[in-house]
C-alpha cells in the first residue's frame, strides 16, 4: 500500500469547489497580495505536492482531534462557522475560522517554520483580519506545536490592513471580470467559427 499515493489521492482527486467571480475567501487577500492566486489561476484547480499534502495533513489532524475533543466536552463553541460579508455590491468575502468562541475567534495553525514567541506571522494577519471584521470579537492565532499543545497569540485588529484587504479584492476582482469577459469573447468567436 503507498500512503503518499493515498493521501494525494484525497486531497487533488476529490471535486473541487466552483470559483465564483464576485465571492472571495479570506485566505484569499495574503495569497493575492503573495502572487499565488492570480486572475489567471483563479478558475484553475490548484493540484498540491505531496509536501503540501503532508503539512495539510498534520494540522488537520491536530484540528480534527481538538474539535473532537471539544465536542466531547461540550465545550461551548461553534466549529468552522461561517459568515458572509458583503465588500460591495459585487464582492463577498467568506469568512470561516476554526473555532468561534462566545466571547473569542480562534484560528489554530501548526506551522512548519518558526514563530517567534507572541508574535504573528505575516502570512496569518490578513486572515485574523478578516475574522475579527465578521465577529466582532477578539481574535486568537492558536500555534499547535509537539507533543500536544496550543499556545494562544493575541490579534491586533488594524483598520489600516482591513482598508488595504478591501482594496485588494476590489482591485482583483476588477482584474477577475475583464478576464473572464475576454475568456468569454474568445469563446463565443471559436464557436461562431465552428458554424
Not at 35 to 64: H, N
Not at 87 to 114: A, R
Request: proline share 6%.
Amino acid at each position: 500500500m503507498k500512503v503518499d499515493k493515498i493521501l494525494s489521492n484525497y486531497y487533488n482527486d476529490r471535486p473541487k469547489y466552483s470559483r465564483t467571480v464576485g465571492r472571495y475567501w479570506a485566505t484569499d487577500a495574503s495569497n493575492i497580495k503573495k502572487g499565488y492566486l492570480t486572475p489567471e489561476l483563479f478558475f484553475e484547480p490548484k493540484s498540491i505536492d505531496m509536501s503540501g499534502v503532508r503539512f495539510i495533513t498534520t494540522g488537520q489532524a491536530y484540528e480534527d482531534m481538538l474539535t473532537k475533543i471539544f465536542k466531547e466536552q461540550k465545550v461551548d463553541v461553534k466549529c468552522q462557522e461561517k459568515r458572509v460579508m458583503k465588500i460591495n455590491e459585487e464582492i463577498d468575502l467568506v469568512v470561516k475560522p476554526d473555532y468561534v468562541f462566545p466571547d473569542f475567534v480562534l484560528e489554530t495553525k501548526y506551522p512548519f517554520s518558526m514563530v517567534k514567541e507572541n508574535t504573528i506571522p505575516d502570512r496569518y494577519k490578513d486572515q485574523l483580519e478578516c475574522e475579527y471584521f465578521a465577529f466582532q470579537k477578539p481574535v486568537y492565532l492558536g500555534v499547535f506545536s509537539t507533543p500536544f499543545a496550543i499556545n494562544f497569540i493575541s490579534y491586533k485588529p488594524s483598520p489600516r490592513r482591513w482598508n488595504n484587504i478591501q482594496k485588494t479584492l476590489k482591485t482583483f476582482h476588477e482584474e477577475v471580470k475583464k478576464l473572464e469577459k475576454e475568456r468569454k469573447n474568445v469563446g463565443d468567436v471559436n464557436e461562431e467559427n465552428k458554424n
